[in-house]
Antibody, heavy 120, light 107 residues
Framework: EVQLVESGGGLVQPGGSLRLSCAAS????????MTWVRQAPGKGLEWVAN????????YYVDSVRGRFTISRDNAKNSLYLQMRSLRAEDTAVYYCVFSASGSYLIWDYWGQGTLVTVSS | EIVMTQSPATLSVSPGERATLSCRASQSVNSNLAWYQQKPGQAPRLLIYGASTRATGIPARFSGSGSGTEFTLTISSLQSEDFAVYYC?????????FGGGIKVEIK
């Protein structure tokens, strides 16, 4: 059974940092692009970043580029999102996602999400 | 950035009725359009990709159509479990973008 389990969320002050993790199991992690998608409370979905199988290609939404870094450890079946210079508008549930079928740009597997709250 | 606009924001439908949800892109996305369903407290679920292909395990009452800039998700006969929020997403251009969502509620 495919499982994606996010962790690392919490309350952080504006300007602070946080590192999210996603533990993957039930599939061959190293053969799939992985992605982070977020959802502000009561709002819609926003793609944040994705990373190629070997980590050689990474893409970011403009609003986080230069502040967030996506990375992965295939030996540990884990995906990460290092978040720096956090802003109130980064407050959201962050989902770890991937596609097991077809394009890596759409996602049929989602974790349960981890909540990041940026507030003083 | 391609802006995805969904309408209406809320759709009130009686169980058993047909629901038609619209999604418009600010420029052509060809057929690179997906639909997701999200229920309260849950992660989204992929319903449709390639504008019209149902994802694995999605019931046949869900169908997608359109190409270019105009897309439609149709639920042929609403079941109680279909009352949720529906999002469209384009994956033709970076950044990947979603519509604002349509809430389908019980009439």
């Amino acid at each position: 059974e495919v499982q994606l389990v996010e962790s690392g969320g919490g309350l952080v002050q504006p300007g602070g940092s946080l590192r999210l993790s996603c533990a993957a199991s039930g599939f061959t992690f190293s053969t799939y692009w992985m992605t982070w998608v977020r959802q502000a409370p009561g709002k819609g979905l926003e793609w944040v970043a994705n990373i190629k199988q070997d980590g050689s290609d990474k893409y970011y939404v403009d609003s986080v580029r230069g502040r967030f870094t996506i990375s992965r450890d295939n030996a540990k079946n884990s995906l990460y999102l290092q978040m720096r210079s956090l802003r109130a508008e980064d407050t959201a549930v962050y989902y770890c996602v991937f596609s097991a079928s077809g394009s890596y740009l759409i996602w049929d597997y989602w974790g349960q999400g981890t909540l990041v709250t940026v507030s003083s | 950035e391609i802006v995805m606009t969904q309408s209406p924001a809320t759709l009130s439908v009686s169980p058993g009725e047909r629901a038609t949800l619209s999604c418009r892109a600010s420029q052509s996305v060809n057929s690179n359009l997906a639909w997701y369903q999200q229920k309260p407290g849950q992660a989204p679920r992929l319903l449709i990709y390639g504008a019209s292909t149902r994802a694995t395990g999605i019931p046949a009452r869900f169908s997608g159509s359109g190409s270019g800039t105009e897309f439609t998700l149709t639920i042929s006969s609403l079941q109680s479990e279909d009352f949720a929020v529906y999002y469209c997403q384009q994956y033709n251009n970076w950044p990947l973008t979603f519509g604002g969502g349509i809430k389908v509620e019980i009439k």
